[in-house]
């Protein structure tokens, strides 16, 4: 499996940036897609993620602000409100039995 993200780069605090990913490959046995991010320093946290079925989970940080989707092999990541603390490079994932990460894209938050 594939994934190759896009979107991401400088936005003011307040704003709002779009991340996409879209994946190829053996897609018939992945489960969730989502996305990770990591701050210089701190370790990789997730994000935001969505199952096959279409729940979704956010962690308290985001909850509110973010909105994960998922349209067939290509997930979505809507980011409003953003805070300085946001900035991050983020990754995409999807996983079955392993793990699939995208290459990772920039967002930066400006106060």
């Known amino acids: 499996v594939q994934l190759v993200e896009s979107g991401g780069g400088l936005v003011q605090a307040g704003g709002s940036l779009s991340l996409s990913c879209t994946a190829s490959?053996?897609?018939?046995?992945?489960?969730?897609m989502g996305w990770y991010r990591q701050a210089p320093g701190k370790e990789r946290e997730l994000v935001a993620v969505v199952s096959r079925g279409g729940s979704t989970n956010y962690p308290a940080s985001v909850k509110g602000r973010f909105t994960i989707s998922r349209n067939k092999n290509t997930v979505y990541l809507q980011m409003n409100n953003l805070k300085p603390e946001d900035t991050a490079v983020y990754y995409c994932?999807?996983?079955?039995?392993?793990?699939?990460w995208g290459q990772g894209t920039q967002v930066t938050v400006s106060s």
């Open positions: 490959g053996r897609m018939f046995s992945i489960n969730n």
């Open positions: 994932f999807a996983n079955d039995e392993v793990a699939y």
